[in-house]
């Protein structure tokens, strides 16, 4: 593909999936869209400055003596690929691993999974979306039979008259949310708010619950018990649509106003109103965000809000975060599923995916570790190799100097990366690859709707496409027949076959559609369908049509403030970065604008604990002790604390984090953990600072 002046895109960040005009020079304008009505946020319109950045990696690395050093292409390829056969000849094929991510395009997601499994011949493959949607994602699967975030069209928003949004700053997170929402409230939608700050979103919120971190559980258990106590229930809908209801009720019996106060930090009057609240609604919403169910009740949290919304007769949503959250895990590059949300375990599921692989179906692995269980695997030397791709494992997982230390020992990392991140750094092989805008590609947005990113160039000279790199290995590895593609399009079809008929259908959304601009939801079984942007306005996904209640029986978070550790620690993003960061914090306007994490502390807190905005202060879990400087917020409870997570090394919030994992999707609990708070003293923090 020769290089163009400019080419109508999408943004390669957030899960809204912003329509952009992208320039060959960087420049970046925004499209008019129903996604984001001509609009563009900062990252948005500061994703362009990527293109030709002096940092970006232009030659494969090979360590040599304990050092990255350059090499040709030829010998980084054969480096890495005589690492995995060396290790499943020696440990067997189950010691390889594949670690993808939910940015990654729905090509890039369905061709990892497939490399995982025929190319390496492992079971052993996950993504970081199990940090950020699974837990909802499960829900949803349980109660509706499919996972389909958001569930509705964003135009959809202002047709309710209640919006009860759990555990989302969307003015941060997904900033091209904000207008969908702000013009729900000027058509009269009233908002319920739960976060433990009273953030810019929470300033939408005729109600702001600050509740305790990881006690969201507790509240939608109340307001159910709440609001069936006071015959406020659609009996109608719980008859004719669901099941289960009589289970899950129990489960909340003696879930008073009182009791919720007590375990949420709030006071009984606002449990009480946003009872009333919901109950006058005549059409209600409830949407959860990761606030709410990034802990190791994250499954259990979710199907409350679930039980409270077909209650109701709500609707419910779940607001994907990452930019293809929604497509990269519908893809195959997750441990139990194979293309199209097919499971890896089921004999029907694993012969038609099969059969478009041209493969036997016992070919294909079973069902392998999750994304934190591979890093335990890699540090018990249980899994001695990996490749990771569009992801960076060190500071995004809980208990990150443990996950650096594990990393730094295993026999043979392989990165795919455009940047050298903090993961890439300690591997053996880096090998770089495309940005969002070298390769053309389709992601799925937090609506369930399919977009056509556009290359805008190809990669720089001496970087490759990932799709080319994939290849390339596969064909090493000995797998090339299964691997042989003229580019992203012909990847994309056979994905498309490999879905066909399954929960998410892409088969009838083709290439050409897209280009002719259709706005197509999944499932779209065929080339005439027009798709589905409300999957469950009629019936559910599970085979009778109803969706299930579950009991939802409320238990404390894995780790308890106490003496040692007296306050809560919650995380989340801020405006000006994203992930990891291994992007943002290289573009001069948003490092400029948020250089550093910053420590939210209470006034009541600080001034208690003598910490005067600006200074240092540590923080300290059971896991490590780290510093930032403080900022003072009367806008979050005084007994909790919070730093965003897009920054690496002494700087990573997770380091502090706990690793307890959710039963059921083996979530980490991100969002809260037990600390405690000391100032630095003054001479220590100079040093600090010079150093």
Same mark, same amino acid.
């Given at each position: 593909?020769?290089?163009?002046?400019?080419?109508?895109?999408?943004?390669?960040?957030c899960?809204m999936?912003?329509a952009m005009?992208l320039h060959?020079d960087?420049?970046?304008?925004?499209?008019?869209?129903?996604?984001?009505g001509?609009k563009l946020?900062?990252?948005?319109l500061?994703s362009g400055?990527?293109?030709?950045?002096?940092e970006?990696?232009?030659?494969?690395l090979?360590?040599?003596?304990?050092?990255?050093?350059?090499?040709?292409w030829?010998?980084?390829?054969e480096?890495?690929?005589?690492g995995?056969?060396?290790?499943?000849?020696?440990?067997?094929?189950s010691?390889?691993?594949?670690?993808?991510?939910a940015?990654?395009?729905?090509?890039?997601a369905?061709?990892l999974?497939k490399?995982?499994?025929?190319?390496?011949?492992?079971?052993?493959?996950?993504y970081n979306g199990?940090?950020?949607?699974?837990?909802?994602?499960a829900?949803?699967?349980?109660?509706?039979?499919?996972?389909?975030?958001?569930?509705?069209?964003?135009a959809d928003l202002?047709?309710?008259?209640?919006i009860?949004?759990?555990g989302?700053?969307?003015?941060e997170?997904l900033p091209m949310?904000m207008?969908?929402?702000?013009r729900?409230k000027?058509?009269g939608?009233?908002?319920?708010?739960?976060?433990p700050?009273?953030?810019?979103t929470?300033?939408l919120a005729a109600?702001?619950?600050?509740?305790r971190p990881? %006690?969201? @559980? #507790?509240?939608a *258990?109340s307001? /159910?018990? =709440?609001?069936a106590?006071?015959?406020? $229930?659609?009996?109608s809908f719980?008859?004719?649509?669901?099941q289960g209801?009589?289970e899950a009720?129990?489960a909340?019996q003696g879930?008073?106003?009182?009791?919720?106060s007590?375990?949420c930090g709030?006071?009984?009057y606002?449990?009480?109103?946003a009872?009333?609240?919901?109950a006058s609604a005549?059409?209600?919403?409830?949407?959860t965000g990761?606030g709410?169910?990034?802990n190791?009740r994250g499954?259990? %949290?979710? @199907? #409350?809000?679930i *039980?409270?919304a /077909?209650? =109701?007769?709500?609707?419910?949503g779940? $607001?994907?975060g990452?930019?293809?959250?929604?497509?990269?895990?519908?893809?195959g590059q997750?441990a139990?599923?194979?293309?199209?949300?097919?499971?890896?375990?089921?004999p029907?599921d694993?012969?038609?995916?099969?059969r478009?692989?041209g493969?036997?179906?016992e070919?294909?692995?079973?069902?392998?570790y999750?994304a934190f269980?591979?890093?335990q695997?890699v540090a018990?030397?249980?899994?001695?190799?990996?490749?990771?791709?569009?992801?960076?494992?060190?500071?995004?997982s809980?208990?990150s100097?443990?996950?650096r230390?594990?990393?730094?020992?295993?026999?043979?990392?392989?990165?795919?990366?455009?940047?050298?991140?903090?993961?890439?750094?300690?591997?053996?092989?880096?090998?770089p690859?495309?940005?969002w805008s070298e390769e053309?590609g389709t992601?799925?947005?937090?609506?369930?709707?399919v977009?056509?990113r556009r290359?805008?160039?190809?990669?720089p000279a001496g970087a490759?496409?990932?799709l080319?790199?994939l290849?390339?290995l596969?064909?090493?590895?000995?797998?090339g027949?299964y691997?042989?593609y003229s580019?992203p399009?012909?990847?994309?079809d056979?994905?498309?076959?490999?879905?066909?008929?399954a929960?998410?259908?892409?088969?009838?959304?083709?290439?050409?559609?897209?280009e002719a601009?259709e706005?197509?939801?999944w499932?779209?079984?065929?080339?005439?369908?027009p798709?589905?942007?409300?999957p469950?306005?009629?019936r559910f996904?599970?085979a009778?049509?109803?969706?299930?209640?579950?009991?939802?029986p409320?238990?404390p978070?894995?780790e308890e403030?106490?003496?040692a550790?007296?306050?809560y620690?919650?995380?989340?993003?801020?405006?000006?970065?994203?992930?990891?960061?291994?992007?943002?914090?290289?573009l001069?306007?948003l490092f400029?604008?948020c250089?550093?994490?910053l420590l939210e502390?209470h006034?009541e807190t600080?001034?208690?604990?003598?910490l005067?905005?600006?200074?240092?202060a540590e923080?300290?879990s059971?896991r490590?002790s780290a510093?930032?400087?403080?900022?003072?917020n009367?806008?979050?409870?005084?007994?909790?604390?919070?730093?965003?997570?897009?920054w690496?090394?002494?700087?990573?919030?997770?380091?502090l984090?706990?690793?307890?994992?959710?039963p059921?999707c083996?979530?980490?609990?991100?969002k809260?953990?037990?600390?405690s708070?000391?100032?630095?003293?003054?001479?220590?923090?100079?040093?600090?600072?010079?150093?």
């Amino acid at each position: 593909m020769e290089a163009i002046c400019s080419i109508p895109t999408h943004c390669c960040f957030c899960a809204m999936q912003c329509a952009m005009q992208l320039h060959a020079d960087g420049t970046v304008k925004p499209l008019p869209h129903p996604i984001n009505g001509g609009k563009l946020c900062v990252l948005g319109l500061t994703s362009g400055e990527l293109l030709g950045h002096t940092e970006r990696l232009r030659t494969p690395l090979v360590r040599k003596g304990g050092r990255l050093e350059p090499t040709s292409w030829e010998e980084a390829l054969e480096v890495a690929v005589q690492g995995f056969q060396r290790i499943a000849a020696e440990h067997g094929r189950s010691a390889n691993a594949v670690y993808g991510g939910a940015s990654l395009s729905n090509e890039k997601a369905y061709l990892l999974g497939k490399f995982a499994r025929l190319a390496l011949q492992t079971p052993h493959v996950d993504y970081n979306g199990r940090y950020c949607m699974s837990a909802a994602a499960a829900a949803q699967n349980l109660a509706f039979g499919l996972d389909r975030g958001l569930n509705r069209p964003l135009a959809d928003l202002p047709q309710h008259d209640v919006i009860l949004l759990v555990g989302s700053n969307a003015a941060e997170c997904l900033p091209m949310l904000m207008p969908h929402l702000q013009r729900a409230k000027e058509g009269g939608t009233r908002f319920i708010v739960v976060d433990p700050r009273r953030t810019t979103t929470a300033n939408l919120a005729a109600l702001h619950l600050a509740v305790r971190p990881s %006690t969201d @559980l #507790a509240l939608a *258990n109340s307001l /159910l018990y =709440l609001l069936a106590r006071e015959q406020r $229930l659609d009996h109608s809908f719980i008859a004719e649509r669901t099941q289960g209801f009589r289970e899950a009720l129990r489960a909340v019996q003696g879930c008073t106003a009182a009791w919720a106060s007590e375990v949420c930090g709030l006071m009984p009057y606002e449990v009480e109103q946003a009872a009333l609240l919901l109950a006058s609604a005549r059409k209600a919403l409830i949407l959860t965000g990761r606030g709410a169910d990034q802990n190791s009740r994250g499954v259990a %949290t979710s @199907l #409350a809000f679930i *039980n409270l919304a /077909l209650a =109701l007769g709500a609707e419910f949503g779940t $607001l994907t975060g990452q930019a293809n959250g929604q497509g990269g895990r519908e893809m195959g590059q997750k441990a139990d599923q194979l293309p199209g949300y097919r499971s890896i375990e089921d004999p029907a599921d694993r012969q038609a995916v099969a059969r478009v692989w041209g493969v036997e179906p016992e070919q294909l692995p079973g069902k392998g570790y999750s994304a934190f269980e591979i890093l335990q695997a890699v540090a018990r030397g249980e899994i001695r190799g990996m490749l990771v791709m569009g992801s960076n494992p060190i500071p995004s997982s809980p208990r990150s100097d443990w996950v650096r230390e594990s990393l730094e020992r295993m026999e043979h990392l392989v990165v795919i990366d455009s940047f050298l991140s903090e993961t890439a750094r300690h591997a053996r092989v880096v090998l770089p690859g495309a940005l969002w805008s070298e390769e053309d590609g389709t992601t799925t947005n937090l609506e369930g709707r399919v977009v056509l990113r556009r290359a805008v160039r190809l990669p720089p000279a001496g970087a490759r496409s990932d799709l080319e790199i994939l290849c390339d290995l596969a064909t090493r590895l000995g797998a090339g027949q299964y691997f042989s593609y003229s580019g992203p399009k012909e990847v994309y079809d056979e994905l498309r076959r490999a879905t066909r008929g399954a929960k998410a259908d892409y088969y009838g959304i083709t290439w050409e559609r897209l280009e002719a601009g259709e706005e197509l939801f999944w499932p779209c079984p065929s080339e005439d369908h027009p798709g589905t942007p409300r999957p469950f306005a009629q019936r559910f996904a599970h085979a009778d049509g109803r969706a299930r209640f579950s009991p939802t029986p409320f238990r404390p978070s894995a780790e308890e403030p106490a003496a040692a550790y007296p306050l809560y620690l919650t995380t989340g993003r801020v405006l000006y970065h994203y992930l990891t960061g291994n992007h943002t914090r290289r573009l001069g306007r948003l490092f400029r604008k948020c250089p550093e994490p910053l420590l939210e502390v209470h006034p009541e807190t600080a001034q208690r604990l003598g910490l005067a905005e600006g200074e240092l202060a540590e923080v300290s879990s059971p896991r490590a002790s780290a510093r930032y400087r403080v900022k003072h917020n009367p806008k979050i409870r005084p007994d909790t604390l919070f730093v965003p997570f897009h920054w690496d090394g002494q700087q990573a919030v997770n380091r502090l984090m706990n690793p307890a994992l959710d039963p059921i999707c083996q979530m980490p609990e991100f969002k809260v953990a037990a600390v405690s708070l000391t100032p630095v003293a003054h001479s220590e923090a100079i040093a600090v600072a010079a150093d």
